[in-house]
């Protein structure tokens, strides 16, 4: 947890009693989903020889509960008007989000093996101009929590044209991403304008390139700060899909943005990766891809397996 202001700043969580409540067959669908979408990352940088498989598995469960719950999205419209928006600002983590995409239907998922070679639609930082469902190019960290400010603030304008809803814009942060400093120029410009459609999740694993975050520029008391910069501050356990579907689709704090600390693993589904600064953007050897990849099949033939025999009771 975030520390001794948490529950301080979650009123409106405490109060909400959260979101409509998920089934344990919806649950164990997400969570072999997420598993599903790690083994696309890792076989996509494998095959590439390139990419960030441990930030990557670091979000998952975070972006697999925005886009298979949360996200209000069509993936046969990515330009629909009334979508949420999702910016991925750490956008080194793209195979995490191109996994999302084709597993949601954005686009085939044949595509995932021409990820980062010539002419291909899946490059190797998100870029909104080849990729159907990437709202943004990023890549430099730094710019997504201002980018997402300004769509936020944009989609309020819209308020009073009869629709149901002003549309949401997430925005998915590094914790070492938080050392730039134009995140704290949009979090003080978002509290000001009382930016409630406006939600960041922090992947607060404690890692960024090389090292940990509190050995480099440290962030505690993160919580703290957010909350000196006027947001409804959560945190949760970042691999924990009933946890999150609680404080990503709880009701906005009127006039405040929201922050969501979520405490994850970089690496988190691959043991052998977990935790460790030297795999930021290692690629595994042979040895080491047969390994993860057979330990993420087997949880994912156990999930299937209970969630057959989940569905088996449903039915009666
Ligand atoms: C402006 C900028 N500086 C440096 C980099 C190089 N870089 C890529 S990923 C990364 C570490 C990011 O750490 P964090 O935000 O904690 O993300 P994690 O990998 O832990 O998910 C760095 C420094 C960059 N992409 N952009
Ligand atoms: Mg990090």
């Known amino acids: 947890m975030a520390g001794r202001h948490t529950k301080a700043q979650m009123p409106?969580?405490?109060?909400?009693?959260v979101g409509k409540e998920i089934t344990r067959a919806e649950l164990l669908r997400l969570k072999a989903t997420a598993v599903k979408c790690r083994l696309a990352s890792l076989e996509m940088a494998y095959r590439a020889g390139s990419g960030h498989i441990p930030p990557d598995f670091s979000c998952m469960d975070i972006m697999?509960?925005?886009?298979?719950?949360?996200?209000?999205?069509?993936?046969f419209r990515p330009d629909w008007d009334d979508r949420d928006r999702f910016i991925l600002s750490k956008g080194h983590a793209v195979g995490a989000l191109y996994a999302?995409?084709?597993?949601?239907?954005?686009?085939?998922?044949?595509?995932?093996?021409?990820?980062?070679q010539m002419e291909t639609r899946l490059p190797g930082h998100p870029d909104r101009n080849v990729t159907p469902g990437v709202e943004h190019n990023t890549g430099a960290l730094g710019h997504g929590l201002s980018v997402a400010c300004g769509l936020a603030a944009g989609l309020r304008l819209r308020k009073g044209r009869g629709e149901d809803r002003t549309?949401?814009?997430y925005v998915l942060l590094g914790d070492g991403e938080l050392q730039e400093g134009s995140n704290w120029e949009a979090a003080m410009f978002a509290a000001q304008q009382g930016l409630d459609n406006l939600v960041a999740v922090v992947d607060r694993?404690?890692?960024?390139?090389?090292d940990?975050?509190?050995?480099?520029?440290?962030?505690?008391d993160l919580a703290a700060k957010w909350y000196?910069?006027?947001?409804?501050?959560?945190?949760?356990?970042g691999h924990d899909i009933a946890a999150l579907v609680d404080v990503l689709e709880a009701p906005?704090?009127?006039?405040?943005?929201?922050?969501?600390?979520?405490?994850t693993v970089k690496g988190r589904g691959g043991p052998v990766m977990e935790n460790k600064p030297e795999w930021h953007h290692r690629i595994p050897t042979e040895a080491e891809y047969e390994e993860i990849k057979a330990g993420l099949s087997a949880v994912l033939e156990s999930l299937e397996r209970e969630l057959e025999s989940e569905e088996r009771v449903n039915r009666g």
Request: with cysteine; charged share 25%; glycine share 6%.
């Open 228 to 237: 000196a910069f006027g947001w409804d501050v959560a945190a949760c356990d």
């Open 252 to 263: 906005p704090a009127p006039g405040k943005p929201r922050v969501i600390i979520a405490n």
């Open 167 to 169: 549309p949401r814009v």
């Open 100 to 116: 999302c995409l084709a597993e949601r239907g954005f686009f085939p998922k044949e595509w995932l093996d021409t990820y980062q």
């Open 12 to 17: 409106s969580l405490q109060r909400a009693g």
């Open 205 to 210: 694993n404690r890692l960024q390139q090389g």
């Open 212 to 220: 940990f975050t509190e050995r480099t520029v440290a962030l505690e």
């Open 64 to 75: 697999v509960t925005l886009f298979f719950r949360v996200l209000r999205l069509d993936p």
